[in-house]
Nanobody, 116 residues
């Protein structure tokens, strides 16, 4: 059974930081690209960042320079370090593979709220 479990969300003030974690089971983790997505209130889910099996990374323009995606293959876990958070980063954050995302198979996500 494939599972993606997101954690680490919370309430943070603008300019603050959070680190999200994504614990993965049921796949050969080291062989997969893993992605973070988010869904803001009233908006469609959008892609945020990708870490490939090679550990190379890609970012959406809106988070480039503020967010860092990384992976620990010994723990089957992907991280998203989010710095200089803005109100517009408020969303539910999800991790997934691109394949599962296209199938519509998602976990619960973790809520990030950026507010005073």
């Amino acid at each position: 059974q494939v599972q993606f479990v997101e954690s680490g969300g919370g309430l943070v003030q603008p300019g603050g930081s959070l680190r999200l974690s994504c614990a993965v089971s049921g796949i050969i983790f080291s062989g997969y690209s893993i992605e973070w997505y988010r869904r803001a209130p009233g908006k469609e889910r959008e892609w945020v960042a990708t870490v490939r099996a090679s550990e190379s990374t890609l970012y959406a323009d809106s988070v480039e320079g503020r967010f860092t995606i990384s992976r620990d293959n010994t723990k089957n876990t992907v991280y998203l370090q989010m710095n200089n958070l803005k109100a517009e980063d408020t969303a539910v954050y999800f991790c997934n593979t691109n394949f599962r995302a296209r199938l519509g198979d998602w976990g619960q996500g973790t809520q990030v709220t950026v507010s005073l």
